[in-house]
């Protein structure tokens, strides 16, 4: 589960990063779009964070899912 967690250390970053620019630029009101290139922003800061929460847990599912395989894998080829 550590590789998993540190799987997830570069998106979590960017996240954070673009929340961030977004709190400082701000919205603009004539072109929603300007700053915020995904549209995550669009109903509000709070489903913003809720869908950066969902992809940091479906990114780690997909992580602990190869994790898995491999281990699988790993003990396939050692039998």
Do not use: H
């Amino acid at each position: 589960m550590k590789n998993c967690a540190a799987a997830m250390l570069p998106m979590l970053l960017y996240a954070v990063g673009y929340l961030t620019y977004n709190l400082i630029v701000g919205r603009s009101e004539t072109e929603p779009l300007r700053y915020d290139w995904y549209g995550f922003l669009l109903w509000g800061w709070g489903v913003g964070v809720c869908i950066f929460a969902v992809i940091c847990g479906v990114t780690f599912g997909i992580g602990a899912a190869l994790r898995r395989m491999n281990l699988a894998f790993r003990k396939k080829t050692r039998a």
